[in-house]
């Protein structure tokens, strides 16, 4: 399949209605809560006994607590009702809710202007299911990662210029509160207006049956998401990502003001580069994934959430803010630019975390129960924000700073991290193996899509390495249990990538006759299991570069779980530093390193015609003279 742009997406009706839609959606939560909390943070000593800092994690759990009360709800309708129709009802609610706002905004009343932000909370929670459930829809297997980065990078440019629209406007002496309100408004009527556009989205199970218990459904949708391991843990790693960003995004004003000495225009700026951030990271990930689903960005992207929300918590702790400066005087401090670099890099680092994670959940979901899943997903993000705001909220009365709370989510974050890649270490080896061809090496990859995208199926390939399998296992799309020599498969360190992979060891019959029958066992059932199984049918590594005779195991293999050969070849390893090219031993040379290689992939064989001379003539003619 050709390469394509993810930005041609934005040209085509199946995917620009609702992507200008979601986009107007999240800027106008912004613009009305940027502007709420910048009032609170500002004004609150005029119209309330709270604390601004109260008031603040307050207005942070109103919003996040309908995600827990009707996301199950929300996800039923998604699946059960045509998805465009459904978009247009709750734009015509969020009309309705910026209308309740601006009274409030007009009245300077906390009690409304808290109101009409629970009731955003629900336009949210309505909106959520159809957002994401909607893309797979629409979108093709390839173009998923490539629509999920235009969905977050919308998403957070969205809340850039909601963020700056809704500071900038508050801050207009006297009229800032009702020409926010009235801003919020018309942004609500352009939404309305671009989801007419939305194509119509034919519902998934339409015959469901609506449980309006809140509590009994969301029990349901939990014990239903449970039941997929890998797609559990990545709503858990979703979760953690939204309690990592709402302490964040929650305290920013407070941050600007008391520590770094800023005035309302500066909080905005540093949401703004927050923002813009993700936003890059985001748009990021298509190129880095190579339009597939890529989960071994998460891992990358947990570290640089780590590495610099500690860098930010030394780069603000010594600070000694004196008074409240404008933009000019904030970029004045060398020491501020320090800071904003650290935001800036923990937002790209957050796109490389959550964007493969929602196209993980949407790709291995069951499509009749898609909306139903992320509406868990939906759940459990609330649960962790509300989380977010009460812990943040009880440490910061305990006497923690503002630095020192955001020193402890970013090291909390490497515990929340390395927990999660313990319990799925398929995260941790897609990470090392996506490090490995994205450092080591370039990979030029061709006819990868001749393997079967489902199904059981062989690869075969030549063995020059002792990391073939690893750059094959980065760059095909399906998991691939590896049949290999034992002894390859003990090499130090990366015996660890071997066993997460579920690598299959064999040895030859004359040194482990029990050994090999296992391997061709386990090989066997894996294929009958429908997995895809890589054997290098050479039975060793090459000493010389060329192919040694390919070995009849594989007939022994399909002769108890017949399936398609597809041949494939290696090129350009011969010579590397993983290589025996070194007079027979490998890893004794920095030689090769950061060199272009290349992978090719030919037409299946049948299984009856998959003779070793003919795969090893089909690999010989792939690899060619670059070896």
Known sequence: MAEHSQF????????????????????????????????????????????????????AAVFIAPFMLFSATAGQLADKYEKSRLIRLIKTFEIAIMIVGAVGFYRRDLLLLFAALGLMGVHSTLFGPVKYAILPQHLRNDELVGGNGLVEMGTFVAILLGEIVGGLVIAIKPEGPLLAGATAIAIGIGGYLVSRGIPETPAVAPQLRINWNPFTETWRNLRFAHGNRVVWLAMLGISWFWFYGATYLTQFANFTKDVLGGDEHVATLLLAIFSIGIGVGSLMCERLSGHKVEIGLVPFGSIGLSVFAIDLYLASRNLAPQGLAGIGAFFAVSAHWRVIADLVLIGVFGGFYIVPLYALIQERSEPAFRSRIIAANNILNAIFMVASAGIALALLKAGLSIPQLLLVTGLMNAVVAIYIYLLVPEFLMRFLAWLLVHTLYRVDKEGLERIPAEGPCVIVCNHVSFVDAIVIAACVRRPIRFVMDHRVFRVPLLNFVFRIMRTIPIAPAKEDAAMKERAFAEAAAALRAGEV???????????????????????????????????????????????????????????????????????????????????????????????
């Open 8 to 59: 041609q997406l934005l040209r085509e009706k199946r995917f620009a209605p609702f992507f200008w839609t979601q986009f107007l959606g999240a800027g106008n939560d912004n613009v009305y809560k940027n502007a709420l909390v910048i009032f609170v943070a500002f004004q609150a000593a005029a119209l309330t006994a709270f604390s601004s800092n109260d008031l603040v994690n307050i207005a």
């Open 533 to 627: 199984v890589g054997i290098f049918p050479e039975g060793k590594l090459t000493d010389t570069g060329e192919l040694n005779p390919f070995r009849p195991g594989l007939q022994r293999i399909l002769e108890q779980a017949p399936a398609p050969v597809v041949p494939m070849a290696l090129r350009g390893l011969w010579g590397s530093f993983f290589s025996r090219s070194d007079r027979g031993r490998a890893m004794r040379k920095i030689r090769g390193l950061f060199s272009r290689i290349a992978l090719v992939a030919g037409p299946p064989v049948p299984p009856e015609r998959a003779t070793p001379e003919y795969l090893q003539q089909n690999v010989l003619a792939l690899r060619g003279d670059w070896r």
